[in-house]
T-cell receptor, first 113, second 115 residues
Framework: ETGVTQSPTHLIKTRGQQVTLRCSSQ?????VSWYQQALGQGPQFIFQ???????GRGNFPPRFSGLQFPNYSSELNVNALELDDSALYLC????????????FGPGTRLTVT | AQTVTQSQPEMSVQEAETVTLSCTYD???????LFWYKQPPSRQMILVIR??????QNATENRFSVNFQKAAKSFSLKISDSQLGDTAMYFC????????????FGKGTKLTVNP
């Protein structure tokens, strides 16, 4: 148990819709990262938030956006869903910047039909 | 850009035996971390072991140890006395020191421990 939770566990959406995925980090973890893991692949970095500001972004279009809240929770929003967005979405939190150890949640499985 | 390559899509080992998973990476940076993560069917990614690039001594964590060859950009994971609970996907990952602390993952190796 890493103390990082994600909701929902599974989600089915239709192409073109919008989705919000949620992550709750451990208390005091002020850095959260989001990753997309397609079937049979390793996770790919989407973006990172540090103290509620975006702090690095991977090769994902602007329709992927995020928020981080003062209570150590965060959201990943995806607009205009495409079939290729079907994946496991993982969030990972860190206690402090520079600790380099990320604690992962169990992920949200998103299916776009 | 950094890349991580795991050349063994699948491996199997008998319980109590030893197995080594391979990983190579490419980077022009000098200061970085390398990790092995385990992802069981429950999907939760669990850190197995971490190596800091500036440390020459190979990291060990109980039955898990690494062989870090910085010049060759190689970072293999050895699992001794394999247990059924070691069955999982194993991902090698790279992180630059400084900047955004993003992990760059390989495609993973599916390890099956047979009774």
């Amino acid at each position: 148990e890493t103390g990082v939770t994600q909701s929902p566990t599974h989600l089915i959406k239709t192409r073109g819709q919008q989705v919000t995925l949620r992550c709750s980090s451990q208390s005091g973890h002020n850095t959260v990262s989001w990753y997309q893991q397609a079937l049979g692949q390793g996770p790919q970095f989407i973006f990172q938030y540090y103290r509620e500001e975006e702090n690095g972004r991977g090769n994902f279009p602007p329709r992927f956006s995020g928020l981080q809240f003062p209570n150590y929770s965060s959201e990943l929003n995806v607009n205009a869903l495409e079939l290729d967005d079907s994946a496991l979405y993982l969030c990972a939190s860190s206690l402090v910047r520079g600790s380099y150890e990320q604690y992962f949640g169990p992920g949200t499985r998103l299916t776009v039909t | 850009a950094q890349t991580v390559t795991q050349s063994q899509p699948e491996m199997s080992v008998q319980e109590a035996e030893t197995v080594t998973l391979s990983c190579t990476y490419d980077t022009s940076e000098n200061n970085y971390y390398l990790f092995w993560y385990k992802q069981p069917p429950s999907r939760q990614m669990i850190l197995v072991i971490r190596q800091e690039a500036y440390k020459q001594q190979n990291a060990t964590e109980n039955r898990f140890s690494v062989n870090f060859q910085k010049a060759a950009k190689s970072f293999s994971l050895k699992i001794s006395d394999s247990q059924l609970g070691d069955t999982a996907m194993y991902f090698c990952a790279f992180m630059n020191k400084g900047g955004s602390e993003k992990l760059v993952f390989g495609k993973g190796t599916k390890l099956t421990v047979n009774p």
